[in-house]
C-alpha cells in the first residue's frame, strides 16, 4: 500500500471512520479509496501525464517556437503556488480523446470540432493520419492564438478541455496501473468444484511503456505522490531512475462511495 502511494493520514482516518467491533465484519474497499483521495486531493500536487498518447501537430503554430504557460499546482492549497508547463508545436494528447466517428454524447476532440487545451488553446482537428493498417497515428490541427490561457475573446465555447504533454520537452515514463485483485466483493463466493481463483481480476496490473509526463516532474523522489490530470493519483515507484520514471497508480479520481454516502449515509458501505 505504502508502495503504491496510501498515506499514513489517508489509512488513520479509514481506521477512524470503521470503528471496532466485537463480531467479524467487512467494510466495502470503496470507503477507503474514498479516504486516500480525500487525503491526495489536499496534498498532491497536479501534473498533466497521457498514458496512451495521440500525437498532435499544430500546423500553424511556428515551428522549434516554445512558450512557457502558467498551471496551478493544487486548486485546493493556495499556497502551493504554479509552475511553467512548455507548449509547443507537437503534442501528445490521450488517445480515448479522439473519435473519428463520434457518438452523439461524445464531446472531446473530432474531425473539424474545437476544444480547449488545459492552460493553453483552442485546436481544432483539421486532418487525421493513418498508417498502412489504418490505426490513427496523427493529428493535424489548427490553433487559436488568441484563446491562449483557455478563453476565446468572442465568448464562443467549447465541451471539452483535453490534458496534454509536450512531444519535445515530455518525459517518456512507465506507469502501473493497479486495480483491484478481485472481480467480486466476497471472493469465496464461487460455485461448487470452485475456489477464489475463479474470481481473480485478470486486469488488476496493466503495465504500460509508452507514457508521457509533464516536465515539471523530473527529479522527483520516491514515494512522492501527484495527481494525474483527470486521471488518477500516482505515486513514484522505487523502480524510478534517474533516466526514466515509474509511477504506481494508487486510485483513480471517480469516487464511488461519495455517492453511497449520499444513498445510504455515511458508513453504509460497511455489512
Known amino acids: 500500500m505504502r508502495r503504491r502511494g496510501y498515506s499514513p493520514a489517508a489509512i488513520r482516518n479509514f481506521c477512524q471512520r470503521i470503528g471496532v467491533n466485537k463480531f467479524n465484519s467487512t467494510v ?8 486516500v483521495r480525500e487525503d491526495l486531493n489536499k496534498t498532491s500536487p497536479r501534473v498533466m501525464a497521457v498514458l496512451r ?14 512558450e512557457q504557460l502558467e498551471a496551478i499546482n493544487n ?16 503534442l501528445y494528447i490521450e488517445r480515448d480523446d479522439f473519435m473519428e466517428e463520434p457518438p452523439k454524447k461524445f464531446f472531446r476532440l473530432a474531425p473539424g470540432r474545437e476544444v480547449r487545451l488545459r492552460y493553453a488553446y483552442f485546436i481544432t482537428c483539421r486532418e487525421v493520419v493513418k498508417d498502412a493498417a489504418g490505426e490513427v497515428v496523427e493529428l493535424r490541427c489548427t490553433y487559436d492564438p488568441a484563446t491562449r490561457g483557455g478563453d476565446s475573446p468572442d465568448g464562443r465555447k467549447v465541451k471539452a478541455t483535453l490534458h496534454w504533454v509536450s512531444a519535445q520537452e515530455g518525459l517518456r515514463c512507465q506507469v502501473r496501473l493497479y486495480d483491484h485483485l478481485f472481480n467480486t466483493a466476497d471472493p ?24 508521457y509526463v509533464e516536465p515539471s516532474v523530473a527529479g522527483a523522489k520516491v514515494e512522492q505522490r501527484y495527481q494525474f490530470e483527470r486521471l488518477g493519483y500516482f505515486c513514484v ?15 483513480t479520481l471517480k ?3 461519495a455517492k453511497i454516502q449520499k444513498g445510504k449515509g455515511q458508513g453504509g458501505g460497511k455489512k
Open 53 to 66: 498518447p495521440l500525437k498532435v501537430v499544430i500546423e500553424n503554430y511556428p515551428e522549434g517556437q516554445t
Open 188 to 211: 469465496s463466493d464461487v460455485e461448487e468444484g470452485k475456489d477464489f481463483r475463479n474470481n481473480l481480476n485478470p486486469q488488476s496490473l496493466e503495465v504500460l511503456d509508452e507514457c
Open 28 to 35: 466495502d474497499v470503496q470507503l477507503l479509496e474514498h479516504c
Open 237 to 251: 515507484d522505487r523502480d524510478a531512475t534517474a533516466d526514466r520514471l515509474v509511477f504506481n497508480r494508487t486510485v
Open 75 to 90: 486548486p485546493e492549497d493556495a499556497s502551493a503556488g504554479t509552475r511553467q508547463v512548455p507548449f509547443g508545436r507537437e
Open 255 to 257: 469516487d464511488t462511495w
